[in-house]
């Protein structure tokens, strides 16, 4: 079965410091991968996804992560981060339910705080 | 363009009574997928419907829950009688196809608090 671990439940970082959120999965087949954002008070945002193709992937904000297969992650990096990045960020894999048709398998979430 | 829209924001009910979600999709998104997260735990898949069928329904809990999409359009989501274990989060979603690539986009989410 496909699963995704979010190793760190909370980052804590000063405004402009590089940050790495960390997310790991396990998977048999190939994996299609996302990171979704939370910001308080509203719902989830997608903000990248891996597909195929290049391993790194930029995404909204300022965002990328690399895909890696041998160490099979899939971390999140933003290289100076902003107050209004605080928010709860969830890695996810795309798992089929049947057929042509999938569905999402998030981890527990990655709380980023930034302070001034 | 409207995104994902759901109702209410909150709800707290009592140990017994029933609560009914709602969810108003993306304007011509035939994939509606409901989820859950409770307190301290990772966002569940409860189920999946494309058009006005239930695709995937493997997640959903437990019979006090039912979930409807009458015409395609709109979905609810029922539960009767909540437990204090139904309490959290419920996010919905749409898609316009259910494939592996596709984007989800989801509703703020309605926070529910069974006491």
């Known amino acids: 079965a496909q699963s995704v671990t979010q190793l760190d439940s909370q980052v804590p970082v000063f405004e402009e410091a590089p940050v790495e959120l960390r997310c790991n999965y396990s998977?048999?087949?190939?994996?299609?991968l996302f990171w979704y954002v939370q910001y308080p008070n509203q719902g989830l945002q997608l903000l990248l996804k891996?597909?195929?193709?290049?391993?790194l992937v930029k995404g909204i904000n300022g965002f990328e992560a690399e895909f890696n297969k041998s160490q099979t992650s899939f971390h999140l990096r933003k290289p100076s981060v902003h107050i209004s990045d605080t928010a709860e960020y969830f890695c996810?894999?795309?798992?089929?339910?049947?057929?042509?048709?999938?569905?999402?398998?998030f981890g527990k979430g990655t709380l980023l705080t930034v302070n001034p | 363009e409207a995104g994902v829209t759901q109702f209410p924001s909150h709800s707290v009910i009592e140990k017994g009574q029933t609560v009914t979600l709602r969810c108003d999709p993306i304007?011509?998104?035939?994939?509606l997928y409901w989820y859950r997260r409770v307190m301290g735990k990772e966002i569940k898949f409860l189920l999946h419907?494309?058009?006005?069928?239930?695709?995937?329904e493997s997640g959903m809990p437990n019979n006090r829950f039912l979930a409807e999409r009458t015409g395609g359009t709109y979905s609810t989501l029922k539960v009767q009688p909540a437990e204090l274990e139904d309490s959290g989060v419920y996010f919905c979603?749409?898609?316009?196809?259910?494939?592996?690539?596709?984007?989800?986009?989801f509703g703020q989410g309605t926070r529910l608090t069974v006491v």
């Open positions: 979603a749409s898609s316009q196809d259910g494939g592996r690539n596709t984007e989800a986009f």
């Open positions: 891996y597909l195929s193709g290049s391993t």
């Open positions: 998977s048999s087949v190939s994996v299609y």
């Open positions: 419907f494309v058009k006005e069928s239930k695709q995937d």
């Open positions: 304007s011509g998104h035939d994939n």
């Open positions: 996810a894999v795309s798992v089929n339910s049947g057929g042509s048709n999938y569905k999402l398998t």
